[in-house]
């Protein structure tokens, strides 16, 4: 997906065709269609008017609207997925549970966590110049329908990864929320942080800026983007 | 949040404010390139990225600009799981971070807050 010359990790270029590759195909909840049709639903996003006006206006609840689309999802979804793109610090609980009566949980989380990875990817090769690459070309296959069931009431929206916390020396748990959020669909969390892992690391970051400046990146992002955690 | 971690951990002092107002000047080494790389590219100002980009790598070197970059995009995904799940700062976090949250304006990003502000 990289050319030779970029000082990019072998990791990290691993990590993402494989992230490409398990998009295409089925998922837990959706056909690899339709996960390919999430990334490219997520990038019309980005040019699509009505999201614009919503982005720019005082609430997002204060316009109505039609979204440019191409895509064959369901309406709620492509409304889901172009909100997670172009404002994610303005959704909200509200927001979520009129999704979820369209949408089961499970495929709710399946969609956030290939919306989320794309972004990764995509966010990467735009920002070295490339342009996006090519959405990969969906396999066939049914979804297996594999949640998890033990995942648990945490305070999120969503079910959450079960897990006994320890304290890290990071001044963190072990496993911190954000690491538990996908994982009512296993093989979702395992997308979305197979795609993000070789970025960042909690401590002893494997980059060459150091700690503090990859925090300093993170934070301005977070603030950027309204992200509470 | 972690940025207070980092410093405390090197025992250097950064300004938290910085991660909320531009102007500040953040004490982290490069601040001002990292700020101005992470913002054009968080915005998809992709034009403004390809300039800052060249500048930045003879200030900084290429190997860091790419890899500020990697923690950027990194996060631009995972800023959105948390805001698409709500999932509730770590209680340690919670705890240890009431004021700095009001301070900084950050406590304005809490999910329950967003709600009862757009519905």
Redesign the interface.
């Known amino acids: 997906m990289y050319p030779d010359h970029?000082?990019?990790r072998e990791n990290?270029k691993e990590a993402h065709s494989a992230a490409w590759d398990a998009i295409a195909g089925p998922g837990d909840f959706l056909t690899g269609n339709a996960r390919v049709d999430v990334i490219q639903t997520a990038r019309e996003a980005?040019t699509c008017a009505f999201c614009d006006k919503r982005k720019n206006a005082l609430?997002?609840?204060a316009v109505t609207g039609e979204h440019e689309t191409d895509s064959e999802l369901d309406p709620v979804v492509v409304d889901m997925i172009h909100r997670?793109?172009t404002d994610?610090?303005?959704?909200?609980?509200?927001?979520?549970d009129e999704v979820t009566r369209v949408i089961s949980k499970e495929e709710y989380?399946e969609i956030?966590?290939v919306?989320?990875?794309s972004?990764?990817?995509d966010?990467?090769h735009?920002?070295?110049?490339l342009g996006v690459p090519p959405a990969p070309l969906p396999r066939r296959g049914r979804p297996d329908g594999q949640s998890n069931p033990a995942a648990v009431d945490?305070?999120?929206?969503?079910p959450?990864l079960a897990v006994n916390q320890e304290?890290a020396d990071?001044?963190?748990?072990n496993v911190?929320?954000?690491a538990?959020?996908?994982g009512l669909v296993p093989n979702a969390l395992n997308l979305?942080f197979g795609?993000?892992r070789p970025?960042?690391a909690?401590k002893d970051i494997p980059?060459?800026?150091?700690?503090?400046?990859?925090?300093?990146?993170?934070?301005?992002?977070?603030?950027?983007?309204?992200?509470?955690? | 949040?972690?940025?207070r971690?980092?410093?405390e951990?090197?025992d250097?002092t950064?300004d938290l404010n910085?991660?909320?107002s531009e102007n500040l000047d953040?004490g982290?080494?490069?601040?001002d390139w990292?700020?101005k790389?992470?913002?054009a590219?968080?915005?998809?100002d992709?034009l403004t990225?390809?300039e800052v980009?060249p500048q930045a790598e003879v200030e900084m070197?290429?190997?860091?600009v790419?890899?500020?970059?990697?923690?950027?995009?990194?996060?631009?995904?995972?800023?959105?799981?948390?805001?698409?799940?709500?999932?509730?700062?770590?209680s340690?976090?919670a705890e240890?971070t009431t004021e700095m949250r009001d301070t900084t304006g950050?406590q304005q990003?809490?999910?329950?807050a967003?709600?009862e502000?757009?519905?």
């Open positions: 970029l000082p990019l990290l980005l609430s997002p609840n997670i793109r994610p610090g303005r959704l909200t609980r509200s927001w979520f989380v956030v966590a919306v989320a990875s972004v990764i990817i966010t990467l735009n920002a070295l110049g945490g305070g999120a929206w969503v959450i304290m990071t001044g963190l748990p911190p929320n954000i538990r959020a996908l979305f795609t993000f970025h960042y909690l980059l060459s800026i150091s700690q503090a400046q990859a925090e300093f990146v993170a934070a301005r992002v977070s603030a950027i983007n309204e992200c509470f955690y | 949040m972690l940025l971690a980092s410093g951990q090197t250097k950064y910085s991660v909320t953040s982290v080494e490069h601040g990292l700020r790389l992470t913002e590219t968080i915005r998809g992709w990225v390809g980009r070197g290429t190997q860091k790419v890899d500020a970059l990697t923690v950027a995009s990194a996060f631009n995904g995972i800023t959105r799981v948390a805001d698409a799940t709500g999932i509730p700062l770590d340690t976090t240890a950050i990003f809490d999910y329950g967003k709600t502000r757009y519905g």
